[in-house]
């Protein structure tokens, strides 16, 4: 059976997560905060061997808890124009 244009049946409204993604989170964030001790642990033990592998893998963990832009604006810059202007007065 195929879908009739116009047809405004079910479906998962846009933007929404499907089931199967909603799952797949929720077990995630169950594992890291049962692990959250022992991750802390191994973070500390690289902080202390490699300072610039730490801080790498802290901004990759970030990007998880704080959103991430999603636009960038392109502005541009114009060179500045000069324009003459004469002005021709007739005395009478």
Do not use: C, H
Not at 22 to 33: C, G, H, N, S, Y
Not at 80 to 90: G, I, L, N
């Amino acid at each position: 059976m195929r879908f009739k244009t116009g047809n405004s049946g079910g479906g998962r409204p846009k933007g929404s997560t499907n089931k199967t993604t909603k799952e797949i989170r929720l077990l995630f964030t169950e594992l890291l905060e049962n692990n959250l001790p022992s991750v802390q642990e191994k973070l500390n033990q690289i902080g202390d061997e490699n300072p610039i592998k730490y801080i790498e893998l802290l901004l990759k963990l970030s990007e998880y808890a704080i959103p991430k832009l999603t636009g960038v604006q392109q502005v541009q810059v114009l060179e500045p124009q000069t324009y003459k202007v004469a002005f021709d007065f007739e005395e009478n």
